[in-house]
């Protein structure tokens, strides 16, 4: 991870970037995380700033198995580049890199607006130290806007811009037994299972249309205007191909009454990760274990805030408890979720990119997914994001295989050449307000 970060910062510095520095943020506990990386170049007097926004970190390759080639040794097939990272979010954020680069070379050192760069290691975990320093250092990124690049287009040559991210909070929930692991021909009957209990417990979490149980969940959501749905059901969207292509299974699931776009970017959701536990080896023991974990998330859509929807969980699941047992539930990371305006010039900037250099008029969408810092944006900084990603949907994200198309790839740095270039050019400079 720090050697990434190095990477970086040399990078930065080679294309023509100031004040680069890995900067190690102080934890609760005295722990430091992974270093973020800052860099800025402030010598366009009178032309907006952007915060360029990327994360270097990835998530775990398992299954290794599945994979086709090696996950950490890039491999370039059919148009596409292999690796974890490779779309989420290393590819996407070398992006800026090379635009900016690209920019200093053609201008003679110069840049055509401000830059500030912001990369972190710790959003697939949370994202704790660039929450901390957004909090107490919010003038060494003070800016304009943000430029996100960790989503994906809605479908192939379609140009999109994501304007909401559902927030998360993701947990463990521990069921302990006995003080220690039992034979089952001996204690077998009389004695607790911690997976038993468990798995009752999950089981009332939601029901067969797959609503959540917890009491109040729903109360006050926020649902999406009716331009918006109206703009979703114009999308080129087929549920035949998305069921067979995207999930691979025999049927979709999810809340009657609501569109698949509705259920994954507007509706909050309950899944469960793994379940660890007990003897899960080769051959047989028969054992009652002390202990089973599951590990659940929630995604979350406004106003829903995180500690209280934890606190919501929690309390329903101590009030699930089966005799025997004891149960834990524990707060592992959370994030806020974020609707976008599009009425700023920074989205309508990015519109006219996107159209020039894909000769489509772009959509604006909803992820499912979560990415915190955009929320910390608006609290610490008071400044929004443009998000504007090239990925995929099949680019399997967090699964073997993870991919990059090249094309979009390249299409993708010449659309931030020329979004950068619009947002300095001199006759809009007046439409914008100026950090600083």
């Known amino acids: 991870m720090r050697r990434t970060a190095e990477v970086l910062a040399a990078e930065l510095a080679r294309i023509g970037m100031e004040h680069v520095e890995l900067i190690e943020v102080a934890l609760p506990g005295g722990q430091t995380g ?32 599945e994979w086709h080639t090696p996950p950490f040794e890039p491999s370039e097939r059919d148009g596409n580049l292999y690796a974890r990272g490779a779309v989420d979010d290393k590819g996407q954020m070398y992006m ?53 690049s960790d989503t994906e287009m809605f479908a192939p040559d379609l140009p999109t811009l994501c304007v909401g991210l559902r927030g998360m909070i993701y947990t463990e929930v521990e069921v302990r037994g006995a003080r220690t692991d039992l034979h089952s021909g ?22 067969q249309d797959g609503r959540i149980l917890i009491p109040g969940i729903y109360d006050g959501l926020q649902a999406p205007s009716t331009d918006e749905l109206a703009a979703w059901a114009r999308l080129p969207f087929d549920e035949v191909h998305y069921l067979a292509t995207e999930i691979g299974a025999t049927s979709l699931v999810g809340e009657p009454g609501y569109s698949v776009m509705e259920r994954t970017w507007a509706r909050p959701t309950l899944e469960i990760h793994g379940m660890p536990g007990g003897f899960i080896g080769a051959g047989a023991k028969t054992v009652i274990p002390a202990r089973a974990t599951a590990k659940l998330s929630m995604r979350l859509v406004p106003p829903m805030e995180p500690m209280t929807t934890f606190a919501r969980l929690k309390e329903y699941i101590e009030s699930l408890t089966p005799k025997g047992v004891s149960v834990e539930v524990r707060l592992i990371h959370a994030g806020e979720a974020a609707v976008i305006g599009t009425d700023n010039p920074y989205i309508q900037a990015a519109v006219a990119a996107l159209k020039q250099i894909w000769q489509v008029e772009p959509v604006f969408v909803r992820s499912g997914g979560s990415i915190p810092v955009v929320g910390d944006f608006e609290r610490c900084l008071g400044i929004p994001s443009v998000m504007m990603g090239f990925g995929l949907p099949d680019d399997n994200l967090h699964a073997p295989n993870e991919k990059f198309n090249i094309r979009n790839f390249h299409l993708g740095i010449e659309t931030l050449i020329v979004f950068f270039e619009a947002l300095g050019a001199e006759h809009n400079a007046a439409g914008f307000g100026v950090a600083g």
Request: proline share 9%.
């Open 96 to 148: 800026h890199v090379k635009a900016l680069e690209s920019l200093f070379a053609a201008g003679g050192g110069q840049l055509p607006l401000n830059v500030r760069v912001l990369l972190e290691g710790e959003e697939e975990v949370g994202g704790e130290s660039i929450a901390a320093f957004l909090r107490s250092h919010p003038e060494k990124v003070e800016a304009d806007f943000a430029l996100v």
């Open 186 to 207: 001996m204690y077998g009957g009389a004695a607790p299972n911690p997976f038993f209990a468990l798995a009752q417990i999950i089981a009332q979490l939601k029901d």
């Open 34 to 65: 992974h270093p973020l990386v800052l860099a800025d170049w402030l010598h366009a007097p009178g032309k907006p700033t952007v915060l360029c926004y990327g994360h270097y970190d990835v998530q775990p390759p398992d299954p290794l198995d």
